[in-house]
């Protein structure tokens, strides 16, 4: 909350006014009642005010604030004690949850209620201009600090949603970063198990049966060099690359070359390898379409 000081001189209220507010009290406190009486009853005209008044203790205590905060407009000193009642003010309709285009409204029906009055009561045109003008400068200062209590409740919630969303988002970085780290270990513990495996059949095409262990150790390397890419791909990735989804196509590629291979010596019958080849052939054309699209998309 601004000062009384800073807010006095952003809307240019001088010594000069609280004296001009003064001959206004003598005008318009006399109209009092009336005036309570009749901004109870525009309250009444709306359906959403006139709910916060369904007993007559309310609308007694409404008309008693009310003229209460007409005196306190017009005959208190503009001072930090005067700010602060204005804003237990703001605080009252934040609280009850009035919203506030209603005191904006409000405030509006005021300043053409004196206005109409002072037009009545002041003859002179020039001195009824000075105090028209000094009554804005009052009212636009009230409605400044009663409403500064909206702006703070609205502050204070963004303020509050926005660190829990932060927070959340802070956690979900860390999780993800955490399970990209454990993708990366499992992903250099296969690579280490093909690793393993690459050298039996290097081992059983040397020891037992050379053009079996040759193809066996064809398509142990073949995924060795996919390990290879997959792992390169999450480097990339948790340095702040981009992510392909062309990986997985290569995958199951070689799986089914692999399958081929393995086919091959185990002598499938002809439908098993044509489904085979045919698969590969549709991942093929998968591959290509999504090639062709990133090239486009870069």
Do not use: C
């Amino acid at each position: 909350m601004h000062s009384i000081e800073s807010i006095l001189k952003r809307y240019d209220f001088t010594d000069q006014d609280e004296a001009l507010l003064r001959e206004m009290a003598d005008l318009l406190l006399p109209l009092q009642e009336r005036f309570a009486d009749d901004f109870y009853r525009y309250l009444q005209e709306d359906e959403y005010t006139s709910s916060y008044f369904r007993t007559d203790a309310a609308i007694t205590k409404r008309k008693e604030t009310i003229r209460w905060w007409l005196k306190e407009i017009l005959t208190s000193r503009y001072n930090s004690k005067f700010l602060l009642k204005l804003v237990r003010i703001g605080k009252m309709h934040v609280k009850i949850g009035l919203d506030g285009h209603y005191v904006n409204a409000a405030m509006g029906f005021i300043r053409r209620y004196f206005q109409d009055h002072l037009n009545q009561l002041v003859s002179d045109p020039d001195r009824r201009e000075i105090l028209i003008g000094t009554l804005d400068k009052a009212l636009d200062i009230s409605l400044d600090i009663m409403t500064s209590s909206y702006r703070e409740a609205e502050l204070k919630k963004v303020f509050i949603s926005q660190r829990v969303e932060l927070w959340i988002v802070k956690w979900a970085e860390k999780l993800m970063h955490g399970l990209n780290l454990v993708l990366m270990i499992g992903l250099v513990a296969l690579a280490i198990g093909v690793t393993l495996m690459l050298t039996s059949d290097i081992f059983y095409a040397l020891t037992v049966n050379l053009e079996r262990g040759v193809i066996k150790a064809l398509g142990s390397l073949l995924i060795l060099w996919m390990m290879i890419e997959l792992l390169h791909t999450q480097v990339h990735q948790l340095k702040g690359g981009k992510f392909h989804v062309r990986i997985f196509v290569d995958l199951a590629m070689v799986a089914f070359i692999r399958k081929i291979f393995v086919a091959t010596i185990d002598e499938k019958d002809a439908v098993s390898s044509a489904l085979l080849l045919g698969g590969l052939l549709v991942l093929g054309l998968i591959y290509f379409l999504i090639g062709r699209s990133e090239k486009d998309s870069a």
